[in-house]
């Protein structure tokens, strides 16, 4: 597709279970970023790679949380034993060449609401 | 720490100028960038400053200055699909965006 894409647009599951959310970047899109949004809230940054490698996981908050690329291109962040402060809108995004490029532009799929019961 | 403050909400009139002030505390500076976000969307980018000075853009234009480290988005002409917010992010010494809260524009006719 033409731009990044997400599934599912909304996730509703109860504590404890396990969820897989699925980043589709841009075609030729070498990094690409997993962010997590909160209700009036600017995005608050959890792993980006460069290629199939995680160039930095710094904002993974706890062992629970996990995403592989394997491929360089498809992602996905896999949450294990879902807490309810794990609700939140959770956004990927990818750009060209990375954050040291240029301008490092960010373009964002519409994102996947996670709801935990 | 890392710091990024803007106004969490702002009213203006359709047709009107108005102007979304950011302030910033990172460790290293390597750009600042401005984001449209409209209710349940995803984020958009808006302008990129790396160098001191204004840069305009059709009806927004975008202000650095990074001696105070300071930036403002400048949108001319308002029209009511530019109610949104406007998120401002630094990109730090490591190439990490840090983001603000987001400045919820509200639009009046």
């Known amino acids: 597709g033409a731009g990044v894409s997400q599934t599912p647009s909304n996730k509703v599951t109860e504590k404890g279970k396990y969820v897989e959310l699925r980043c589709d970047p841009i075609?030729?899109?070498?990094?690409l970023y997993w962010y997590r949004q909160s209700l009036g809230q600017g995005p608050e940054f959890l792993i980006y790679?460069?290629?199939?490698?995680?160039?930095?996981d710094s904002g993974l908050p706890n062992d629970r949380f996990f995403a592989v690329r394997p491929e360089g291109s498809v992602s996905t962040l896999k949450i294990q034993r879902t807490e309810r402060g794990d609700s939140a809108v959770y956004l990927c995004?990818?750009?060209?060449?990375?954050?040291?490029?240029?301008?490092?532009?960010?373009?964002f799929g519409e994102g996947s609401r996670l709801t935990v019961l | 720490g890392q710091n990024i403050d803007q106004p969490t909400e702002m009213t203006a009139t359709e047709g009107a100028i108005v102007q979304i002030n950011c302030t910033y505390q990172?460790?290293?500076?390597?750009?600042l960038f401005w984001y449209q976000q409209h209710a349940a969307e995803a984020p958009t980018f808006l302008s990129y400053?790396?160098l001191d000075g204004l840069e305009e853009k059709g009806r927004f234009s975008s202000f650095l200055s990074r001696s105070k480290g300071y930036s403002y988005l400048l949108l001319k002409e308002l029209q009511m699909k530019d109610s949104a917010s406007y998120l401002c992010?630094?990109?730090?010494?490591?190439?990490?965006?840090?983001w603000g809260a987001g400045t919820k524009l509200i639009i009046k006719p």
């Open positions: 075609s030729g899109h070498t990094a």
């Open positions: 990172t460790s290293g500076f390597n750009g």
């Open positions: 995004a990818s750009s060209l060449m990375g954050p040291t490029a240029n301008t490092g532009e960010l373009f």
């Open positions: 992010a630094s990109l730090d010494s490591n190439y990490q965006l840090i």
């Open positions: 400053n790396v």
């Open positions: 790679f460069q290629g199939t490698g995680a160039a930095d």
